[in-house]
């Protein structure tokens, strides 16, 4: 049974550009949160999706934006990155209706 | 934004011996309470969840709640040199529909051989 799998695993960008993040749920698993970890910091909360639709949404600007196909696998868009986006980016699926996320090995950005 | 505390350590303790650690948090109306384990360069993985006062024990772990105190404890006993890692605490945020898990920014543990 495969775990959660995100693409790519590393990745470096200019500032300005823009950026997919890919992430394919563990088999079972609905719900998809996106999460940013920066250096020494825990997971902060990006947004959640279910459904295909954004259920919740955390502290962060509208160049974070996001995608739930009905596969269940999901995206993350940065655009017009900056240098403070640089980060472990983490998706962690789960069944809707049970307790506690599977995190994928995450996608290191490092924006130049 | 609500809150997740941790006491950032790092936290020393000799091989066989019981670590505690600590979290509170700032959401009276949270629900689930979650204890992962982050190893150096690795992703979080799921050690503990509980959801009612008092303890829950499974294995080596203990995960202790009180929400009276809006406070978390996770105790690792006889502890291993493998346990070395960094704790996360992790509260569903009642107040928006439990649909946000907020993290505190962990507390590094190191056993000693």
């Known amino acids: 049974d495969a775990g959660v799998t995100q693409s790519p695993t590393h990745l470096i960008k200019t500032r300005g550009q823009q950026v997919t993040l890919r992430c394919s749920p563990k088999?079972?698993?609905?719900?998809v949160s996106w999460y940013q970890q920066a250096l020494g910091q825990g997971p902060q909360f990006i947004f959640q999706?279910?459904?295909?639709?954004?259920?919740q949404r955390g502290n962060f600007p509208d160049r974070f934006s996001g995608h739930q196909f009905p596969n269940y696998s999901s995206e993350l868009n940065v655009n017009a990155l900056l240098l403070g986006d640089s980060a472990l980016y983490l998706c962690?699926?789960?069944?809707?209706?049970?307790?506690?996320?599977?995190f994928g090995s995450g996608t290191r950005l490092t924006v130049v | 934004q609500k809150e997740v505390e941790q006491n950032s350590g790092p936290l020393s303790v000799p091989e066989g011996a019981i670590a505690s650690l600590n979290c509170t948090y700032s959401?009276?109306?949270?629900?689930?309470f979650f204890w992962y384990r982050q190893y150096s360069g690795k992703s979080p993985e799921l050690i503990m969840f509980?959801?009612?006062?008092g303890d829950k024990e499974d294995g080596r772990f203990t995960a202790q709640l009180n929400k009276a105190s809006q406070y978390v404890s996770l105790l690792i006993r006889d502890s291993q040199p493998s346990d070395s890692a960094t704790y996360l605490c992790a509260v569903n945020e009642g107040s928006t529909g439990g649909f946000k898990t907020i993290f505190g920014a962990g507390t590094r543990l190191f056993v000693k051989a």
């Open positions: 959401d009276r109306g949270s629900q689930s």
């Open positions: 962690a699926t789960k069944d809707t209706q049970k307790n506690g996320y599977t």
């Open positions: 088999s079972g698993h609905d719900t």
């Open positions: 509980i959801y009612s006062n």
């Open positions: 999706y279910y459904e295909e639709e954004e259920r």
